[in-house]
C-alpha cells in the first residue's frame, strides 16, 4: 500500500533508555506532522516539517523529545531518557502541500510502553 | 490541552439506528474535520467541512458546521456493525496554528449486545 508507515508498532523500553520512533510518510508529501496520543484521549500535536524543515515544535513536552526529517522525507521521533509518562501512541501523519485544507493522512502508531 | 469537547462520551448502538453526535468549543474553528479511529490504527477522515452553516454528507454520514463556528454535529444513519470505533472531530489550531490539528475528546461507539 501507499499509506503512511511507521514503525516499530510496538516499543516497550526501561526507563532512562533512549527511544527512535520511524515514519515513512506518502511519497511526495510535503508536510509530515507527530501526535502523541495517550490512553482514552485524542491526539496532540507535537510538531511539524515542511519538508526538511522543522517549521513548529511547539507541542514537544520537553527537551527530551527531539525530531528530525533531514531529507524531506522519512522522519524520526527520538525521545531520551524515557519517562513512565511518555507512554503512549506515537502518530505520524503526512499531507500533500500542508495547505490548511489538505487532508493528513495518519499511520497506525507507534505504541509506546515505558516501565 | 485540548480544547474540544465530545458528547456523548460513548454511546451504544443496535443495527440499524441512527447515532448522533456532537463537538463543542470555546473557540471559534474556521474548518471542522470527523475522523474514525479503529483499534491500532491511526485516525481517518470522514468528513471535512469548511464553511459555517455547511451541511456535508459521505454515504451514511451527515455532518453540519455549526453556524456560531463554535460546534459541530455527525449523524450517522442506519448504522452497521462496521461503525463501531472512536470518533474524533478535530481542527486547525483557531488562532496562528498553521495546519496542526486539535483533535476532540472522542466518542466511542460500541455495539449493543
Redesign the interface.
Given at each position: 500500500g501507499a499509506g503512511v508507515s511507521q514503525s516499530p508498532r510496538y516499543k516497550v523500553a526501561k526507563r532512562g533508555q533512549d527511544v527512535a520512533l520511524r515514519c515513512d510518510p506518502i511519497s511526495g508529501h510535503v508536510s509530515l506532522f507527530w501526535y502523541q496520543q495517550a490512553l482514552g484521549q485524542g491526539p496532540e500535536f507535537l510538531t511539524y516539517f515542511q519538508n526538511e524543515a522543522q517549521l513548529d515544535k511547539s507541542g514537544l513536552p520537553s527537551d527530551r523529545f527531539f525530531a528530525e526529517r533531514p531529507e524531506g522525507s522519512v522522519s524520526t521521533l527520538k525521545i531520551q531518557r524515557t519517562q513512565q509518562e511518555d507512554s503512549a501512541v506515537y502518530l505520524c501523519a503526512s499531507s500533500y502541500r500542508g495547505h490548511s485544507t489538505d487532508t493528513q493522512y495518519f499511520g497506525p502508531g507507534t505504541r509506546l510502553t515505558v516501565l | 490541552g485540548?480544547q474540544?469537547n465530545q458528547s456523548p462520551q460513548s454511546m451504544f448502538i443496535q443495527e440499524g439506528e441512527d447515532v448522533s453526535m456532537n463537538c463543542t468549543s470555546s473557540s471559534i474553528f474556521?474548518?471542522w474535520l470527523w475522523y474514525k479511529q479503529d483499534p491500532?490504527?491511526?485516525?481517518?477522515?470522514l468528513i471535512?467541512l469548511?464553511k459555517a452553516g455547511e451541511l456535508t454528507s459521505n454515504g451514511r454520514l451527515t455532518a453540519q458546521f455549526g453556524i456560531t463556528r463554535k460546534d459541530s454535529f455527525l449523524n450517522i444513519s442506519a448504522s452497521i456493525p462496521s461503525d463501531v470505533g472512536i470518533y474524533?472531530c478535530?481542527g486547525?489550531?483557531p488562532t496562528g496554528g498553521?495546519?496542526?490539528?486539535?483533535?476532540?475528546?472522542?466518542t466511542q461507539l460500541k455495539v449493543e449486545l
Open positions: - | 485540548q474540544l474556521n474548518t491500532g490504527e491511526g485516525p481517518v477522515l471535512a469548511y474524533f478535530a486547525p489550531f498553521g495546519n496542526k490539528l486539535t483533535f476532540g475528546t472522542g
